[in-house]
């Protein structure tokens, strides 16, 4: 009898476990590995609200050519900008790195120095190989000389001529101009202190005005600048020639200054061809605006150039021809390489020369901004 019911209990036991095998649910399958998404696009970047030209105080050549530009932006594309006057051209550099500021033009000697941290007798006090990276050359925008110039009345005929005079070569907030200005004459064999009256002055352009009130014979400025041609109507304007086998006797690199005839628009010069110094006001924005904004702006820039004499007569020989200059020193923004190429007129030189370029500003490293 016990065995019978050992015998019982061990199938009742074995039934359940068959049961309760039969009537559990199935595991549900392994779920398949959920493929990673495909990394997002870098995020397109953002128009600004408005943009800002970056220009010296009203008077200038560098006010004038950024109302001229940003009036001819705001009038054939959809951007909108503005222009800001400050005191000095270099603070340009930092607002454009942090993207406050976006365009501004500079001359090819002060892109050079402080862009690529090279110190020169223009910039004696920058650090080597400290300078700014995030810099872009958009395009050239026009020649700007310096030449001595003095009135019709005061008989001078030359920057020999200025040996005994009162002069201004010295602006205290325009270094270049000084520079360009006592070299010239030192290329004479003239100092500035021993051999002439020397008045300074804060800037170029009011020495300029002194020079029209009859309060020095003569300056150095821009022979193009509205004070040249207020100097013109009011006294004649003579421009001193300053010829390209004295180049040598100016501390400027080979990619920042240059000599070349006046052009026949400046005040009292035209046809006369006279030889004078100048540097390339280069066009520059930062890496951090939108290649369409960029080519936006160049190509309204072009495509309507003849309207920005009126503004700076500097801009009257501007067009497609010149935009791309012989040193382009920073490295294109990419919005300028676009429309050169929709034109025709990015090549295999000039794709070197970006090249040579772009790598050398990567090996720059970023002044401290303030």
Not at 18 to 28: E, H, Q
Request: hydrophobic letters at 40%.
């Amino acid at each position: 009898m016990k065995k019978l019911f050992l015998i019982l209990f061990v199938v009742i036991i074995v039934s359940t476990l068959i049961f309760t095998s039969c009537s559990a649910p199935a595991s549900p399958p392994t779920p398949s590995p959920t493929p990673s998404p495909a990394p997002a696009p870098p995020p397109a970047q953002k128009q600004a609200d408005r943009y800002i030209f970056y220009t010296m105080p009203p008077g200038t050549s560098v006010y004038l050519m950024g109302v001229g530009l940003s009036s001819l932006v705001n009038q054939y594309t959809d951007l909108k900008t503005i222009v800001q006057p400050f005191p000095s051209p270099f603070g340009s550099f930092d607002l454009i790195t942090k993207n406050q500021h976006h365009f501004n033009t500079q001359a090819s000697f002060s892109v050079y120095a402080n862009a690529l941290g090279l110190p020169d007798a223009f910039f004696p006090d920058i650090e080597k190989n400290k300078g700014y990276p995030k810099l872009r050359l958009i395009m050239a925008a026009y020649r700007q000389f310096f030449s001595w110039m003095t009135r019709k009345d005061t008989g001078i005929k030359s920057i020999e001529d200025l040996r005994g005079k009162t002069i201004s070569a010295e602006y205290k907030v325009v270094r270049p101009a000084t520079v360009i200005a006592q070299s010239q004459l030192a290329a004479y064999g003239i100092d500035y202190q021993k051999d002439c009256k020397n008045v300074p002055f804060p800037s170029s352009t009011a020495a300029m005005q002194a020079l029209i009130d009859k309060k020095i014979d003569a300056c150095l400025d821009v022979p193009t600048a509205s004070t040249s041609m207020e100097l013109e109507f009011k006294h004649g304007q003579v421009v001193l020639p300053f010829p390209p086998d004295m180049m040598n006797k100016i501390p400027a690199p080979e990619e920042g200054l240059f000599n070349g005839p006046l052009p026949d628009y400046t005040p009292g010069l035209a046809g006369k061809k006279i030889p004078g110094t100048y540097a390339l006001a280069m066009f520059i924005t930062g890496v951090d605006v939108p290649e369409d904004v960029v080519y936006q702006v160049v190509k309204a820039t072009i495509e309507h150039s003849g309207e920005l004499a009126p503004t700076n007569i500097d801009f009257k020989d501007f067009n497609k021809d010149n935009a791309i200059p012989k040193y382009p020193i920073l490295p294109f923004h990419p919005g300028a390489i676009k429309y050169f190429k929709e034109i025709g007129i990015w090549n295999a030189d000039v794709e070197a020369k970006h090249s040579t370029a772009t790598e050398r500003i990567k090996k720059v490293e970023q002044k401290p901004i303030k």
